[in-house]
């Protein structure tokens, strides 16, 4: 009897927090929970851009991404230069942010963008996350900033 009653409380806070995901959005496999399931990851370890981390990463990355990622750590700049990529292009800051929100995505076809806003101490900004869809799974194919070149144009222009 006692483990019933335990049991139903614990039975229904799952369920409506399950609801909630979906009425927001949250479809299980979405393009949004993907990257959601990303920067959740991101964010619970070390955010820096080494080639470590892009490995530990390797199940959200496209198969091509990883392959530049991979490309550009294999050859680094001379020691007296700056690297082509400073900071995290994943989060596009060098002061890494505190928290993120993932917003509603847009598909066409195999190919989709995720907005998501990062806040930290003193900015708040967007990326745009584009994603393709791989067999049953979205994964990263890129990650445009602001203004700026993406993740890949970076990579590319740095492996040339």
Do not use: N
């Not at 392959?67 to 596009?92: K, Q, S, V």
Request: proline share 8%.
């Amino acid at each position: 009897m006692k483990t019933r009653s335990v049991l139903a409380p614990v039975i229904f806070a799952v369920m409506a927090a399950a609801s909630l995901r979906l009425a927001a959005g949250w479809l299980p496999g979405s393009p949004r929970a993907a990257v959601h399931d990303f920067y959740t990851y991101h964010f619970a370890h070390d955010m820096a851009f080494t080639a470590e981390g892009v490995e530990q990463r390797a199940a959200w990355l496209a198969p091509d991404l990883l392959a530049l990622c991979r490309i550009y750590f294999a050859h680094p700049p001379p020691p007296d230069e700056a690297p082509m990529i400073d900071g995290d292009p994943f989060t596009d800051s060098q002061e890494y942010p505190t928290s993120f929100e993932v917003h509603r995505e847009r598909t066409v076809g195999p190919f989709a963008r995720v907005s998501v806003t990062f806040v930290g101490p003193s900015f708040r900004r967007i990326v745009e996350v584009r994603l393709t869809r791989t067999g049953s799974s979205w994964l990263i194919t890129d990650v445009a900033r602001q203004g700026e070149l993406s993740l890949r144009d970076l990579l590319e222009m740095a492996v040339r």
